[in-house]
Each structure stands twice: as structure tokens, then as C-alpha cells.
């Protein structure tokens, strides 16, 4: 059975509206809408932007630390249908990376947040500390601070965090997203859109203010795109109090319009459901939602006219999953003690395909207590019917974090993730799903050149499908000895053109 419609537009399509509640069949389902609009700064090519270093501000917030949100995970709990199988145990070998050079460094800048897109053409990376522009053999054409890149002179320069970028391959131009504020107050979405296929070129940039009261500060974004739509997500805190996810929709059509206004369509769910990760749906019509409920369970929402409908709460397999997310400096590296935080942050994106639904998770495994990586590959029928994978060392000497997965038209899918482990310095590593669901050793992308000076070390990475819609193409964080704390390596992986015929999730 083929997934429902998961959210309508349309009627948010108007002119600005007051946020109103929607009525629904339960309050669990209920949300609030509104349409309005961002406003845009001045319009501005690459060149001119760097004309002038702007360091990244400090922020004074926890980022990503909010003891608040890390409880509210910790004790939150579903019953839900267990997953049905788990493979552990590699057995296909990683498929090579062909291609590997430098994106990022940080510039001062810590965590990296290891953002990216890539077209037939070009390389974007984009980072906490910067906005880089290469060709697919590494050659850079472009490379500006973030602050550089959304300087606007009629606003304060202010902290830039959370970076996301996307590719449009059926319009060729790119999207990228960052959050904004200044010592916690005017949070504000940052969006810019390319004047065409060339990202080296010019943008126009975008400031939606979040919450006119000024009482709300948003926190880690997720993009994705639809048919339709960009789809930003962020987490919202009242100084340290989680006040709920917050999901942002802008029509493609609308953004590339080069208007000096930019509707963007603001739906809170309700408090029940949190921390959002829209899932890509570059040929389904729409996205799920996907939440993450502490360190065992999903829950998957569809949106249809503000409305969110629960439509499964899939559980991992007895794993000995730890059902703690509390911040820990866990992964041990090469030639020191230090040991580095892994983070709170579960559910990190979501691919729907051909109504298949692929998650990259981040949970602890106990006995020893380890960080690792799984995914998890939903068919979204009725009921909905799930097979996971862990990437795991059972003796905790190696530990995995940070994953992100991307999944090509053969049904493959590439799962990157940060290595830590005694032996090594901080690296980027992968694994390869062939359409059966047979998974590889992990292979490393890049070692580390050196250890980290520091706990923090990322919050994300990102792992896309190449233009051919078959290889992919992964950025990730390092430590590298032309920086201080970190840099970012673009990676591609080719895999066959021809692939075994992809098996139902279950016979």
C-alpha cells in the first residue's frame, strides 16, 4: 500500500494569516498554522560577500545541550511494533571511494556541522564557519566565512549555527538554511536561494524572524525537499525549557522567484510530538515526519492540512539499547584521554522512496556502554512493516556517531557516520546497503591527522545521492593538521550501475 498524502500547501497559500488552531479528531493531533513573510537582504554575489572576513559571534546558549530536552527524551516512551529483523554482521565488502578532498576548516569555529549538496557540476559545503564552493575534482571556486555570507548591514552580525544545504537537480539550483540570533533573542531562519546552477555566482537571502514576541529561540535544524516544497524543521526553547518543534514550508515555485518577499508557511505541532526530521521525498509526493522518543523507538507522523496523524511507532530489536541520552564525553581517541561527546541526537535524517522509508539513528548500546549507528528501512504500509541494521564494535573500543544516509534509484543505500576509537585519531567513515539488504564492513573515508583539542565535535553530517542518481557523495568531520579543532572531507563512493534485484522488505 502505497503512503498517504502527507501535507497540502495550498490552503496556506494565501495572503498572511493569524495563527489559528485547527481542529482535529484528537488534541494530540491539533497544530498551528501561519503564513508569513521573510524578508530578503540584499541580493549579493559570492565574490562580493567575502569582500569582507566576518568572524562567526560566539553563543553564549548550550548548544544541543539543553538538559530540559535531553529529560524529555530520556523519559519519553511508546510501545510500538518491534522490528522484525537486525543484521549486525557484515557481509559484502564497502564499495571504494573515488574521489576525496578538503571541504572545510574551522576557521575558530566549533562544532562543525558538516553540511553539503552536490550536482552534476559542483560541490556546496557549508559549515559553522564557512560557505565553500568547489568542482567535483576538489578545485575551490568559491569559500566565504558564514558570517560573510549572511552579513546584512541593516541587522547586528549575530551567532550562525545549524547550516543545511540542498540541491535542486530538477530546477539545478541550490537552497541553503542557517539559524540566526543574537545573545538569544531575534531567532531568525536564514534562507538563501542561487540565482542558477552555479553556486559560486549570486544568492538571494532571505531573514524570517521566528516568533515576533521574541520569547522563542529555535535550535538544530533539518531540511529536506519535496515535489512541492523546502521543508526546514527546528527544535524551540524559552531560555532553557523545550516549547516544542516548529516545521517551516516554502513552495520551490516561491522561492526562486527572486521576490523581495518569501512566504513561508509556520506549523507548530503539538507538544506531544517533538523534535521533527523531515524526510526527503524527491519522488513520493510529500514527507513523513519522523520523531525521535528516546533511544528504542520511532514515531512517524503524516501532515495533511496542519493536521499531524500518527501512523506507526516502530521499535528496534532487543538490542540492550541504553534509554539514556544524556551528554557524555564517551569516544576514546589516539594519543590522549580525551574523550569525545557523541551528543543527545537520535533521529538524524530521513529518505522516503518509492514508499520506503530509510532512517539514520544515533543510539547507546550498554554492556560496555558504546555509541553506534543504526538505520532502519520502514516499508510504509499498513501495517508498517520494518528491518533495521547496527553498525556496532561490541567491545566499545570503536565507536560510531553522527551517521547520515542517503538512498539511489536501485534501492542501495550509503550510511556515513564519525569513527572514534582508541587506535585511531577522530575519522569519516561508511557503510554500504545493497538493495538486499546485505551490509558492508565499514570502510573509513578519511583518517583523522591528529587528536581532537576538544570534546565537542559535531553535530551532523551529510550523505547525498550523486547526479546519476546511483553513486554518492558524503561530507564529513575530521581532525586535520591544517586546522585547530576540525575540517570537513567530501567523499565519493561508486557503486554498481547494476545491483540485485531489490527484495521486498519482508517475502
Request: overall charge negative; some cysteine.
Amino acid at each position: 500500500m502505497k503512503a498517504p498524502a502527507l501535507f497540502i500547501l495550498a490552503s496556506l497559500a494565501a495572503s498572511t494569516v493569524v495563527p489559528a488552531t485547527r481542529g482535529a479528531i484528537d488534541s494530540g493531533r491539533r497544530s498551528v498554522r501561519a503564513l508569513r513573510a521573510a524578508v530578503e537582504s540584499p541580493h549579493a554575489t559570492m565574490h562580493e560577500l567575502g569582500l569582507v572576513h566576518r568572524a562567526a559571534a560566539p553563543r553564549p546558549e548550550k548548544h544541543e545541550q539543553r538538559e530540559s530536552f535531553v529529560s524529555r527524551i530520556a523519559s519519553s516512551g511508546i510501545a510500538g511494533t518491534r522490528a522484525d529483523s537486525v543484521i549486525t554482521k557484515p557481509s559484502i565488502l564497502a564499495p571504494p571511494t573515488t574521489a576525496g578532498f578538503r571541504g572545510s576548516i574551522d576557521n575558530g569555529v566549533f562544532p562543525s556541522d558538516a553540511a553539503g549538496a552536490a550536482s552534476a557540476s559542483h560541490l556546496l559545503s557549508v559549515t559553522n564557519a564557512s560557505v565553500v564552493v568547489q568542482d567535483r575534482a576538489g578545485t575551490r571556486l568559491a569559500d566565504v566565512s558564514l558570517g560573510s555570507f549572511w552579513h546584512d548591514p541593516a541587522y547586528p552580525d549575530g551567532s550562525l549555527y545549524d547550516p543545511r544545504a540542498w540541491h535542486d537537480a530538477v530546477a539545478d539550483r541550490w537552497i541553503i538554511c542557517t539559524l540566526y540570533d543574537v545573545n538569544v533573542k531575534k531567532s531568525t531562519l536564514l534562507i538563501a536561494v542561487s540565482d542558477g546552477s552555479d553556486p559560486s555566482l549570486g544568492w538571494h537571502r532571505y531573514r524570517f524572524l521566528i516568533d515576533p514576541n521574541d520569547a522563542l529561540d529555535a535550535d538544530f535544524t533539518r531540511m529536506a525537499m519535496t515535489r512541492d516544497s523546502i521543508v526546514v524543521t527546528a527544535n524551540m526553547f524559552n531560555g532553557d525549557l523545550f516549547a516544542g518543534s516548529q516545521v517551516f514550508m516554502i513552495r520551490r515555485s516561491d522561492a526562486y522567484a527572486a521576490a523581495a518577499t518569501l512566504p513561508v508557511a509556520q506549523i507548530q505541532p503539538p507538544p506531544a510530538i517533538f523534535d521533527l526530521v523531515p524526510a526527503e521525498g524527491r519522488d513520493d509526493a510529500l514527507p513523513y515526519f519522523v520523531v525521535g522518543r528516546g533511544a528504542v523507538d520511532l514515531a512517524i507522523y503524516s501532515l495533511n492540512e496542519g493536521v499531524f496523524t500518527n501512523v506507526g511507532n516502530p521499535q528496534a530489536p532487543a538490542l540492550n539499547l541504553s534509554n539514556s541520552s544524556a551528554v557524555q564525553e564517551l569516544a576514546p581517541q589516539f594519543g590522549t584521554p580525551l574523550r569525545i561527546s557523541c551528543e543527545p541526537i537520535y533521529v538524524t535524517n530521513a529518505v522516503l522512496r518509492s514508499g520506503t522509508l530509510w532512517v539514520a539513528t544515533h543510539p547507546y548500546v550498554i554492556s560496555p556502554l558504546r555509541s553506534s549507528v543504526m538505520w532502519w528501512r520502514i516499508a510504509t504500509g499498513t501495517p508498517l512493516r520494518v528491518d533495521t541494521g547496527l553498525v556496532d564494535d561490541p567491545t566499545g573500543d570503536t565507536m560510531y556517531s553522527f551517521p547520515s544516509i542517503a538512498v539511489n534509484k536501485l534501492g542501495a543505500a550509503l550510511l556515513s557516520y564519525s569513527v572514534f576509537s582508541s587506535s585511531i585519531y577522530p575519522s569519516a567513515g561508511y557503510s554500504y546497503i545493497d538493495p538486499l539488504l546485505n551490509l558492508s564492513a565499514p570502510a573509513i573515508l578519511k583518517s583523522g591527522e591528529k587528536p581532537s583539542p576538544d570534546s565537542r565535535w559535531a553535530d551532523f553530517s551529510t550523505t547525498v545521492v550523486d547526479a546519476n542518481d546511483i553513486d554518492f557523495w558524503t561530507t564529513q568531520t575530521y581532525e586535520s593538521t591544517v586546522s585547530t579543532h576540525w575540517a570537513t572531507w567530501w567523499g565519493k563512493i561508486e557503486v554498481p550501475a547494476t545491483a540485485p534485484r531489490r527484495r521486498a522488505v519482508h517475502p
